[in-house]
């Protein structure tokens, strides 16, 4: 008996995703064709434009938390270095 992959399969779940996104945009569509929901088209086509937008936000709270971190660990390093310094130069 051999043993089974465990990897998950990356090309099944984008195509898991993207028919998702499409069955959502066609059903909103379908919706706002036959008069059901009175959207703006923005909200009809966000299936669309969602999973970019999210993307983007954690990409750039990502991106801010990262500079935070390295500019803290950077003052901290200043600090130590003259700290130390400021110190042995008093003896």
Do not use: Q
Not at 65 to 71: Q, S
Request: net charge positive; aromatic share 16%.
């Amino acid at each position: 008996m051999t043993e089974k992959n465990k990897e998950p399969n990356i090309d099944s779940l984008v195509g898991c995703v993207t028919f998702v996104i499409m069955l959502l945009l066609a059903a909103f569509a379908a919706m706002k064709f036959t008069s059901i929901v009175t959207w703006d088209w923005v909200w009809v086509i966000s299936p669309l434009w969602f999973p970019t937008a999210f993307v983007v936000l954690c990409s750039s709270v990502g991106a801010i938390y990262h500079l935070l971190i390295m500019t803290c660990k950077e003052l901290k390093g200043i600090y130590v270095y003259y700290s130390y310094h400021y110190k042995n130069k008093e003896k």
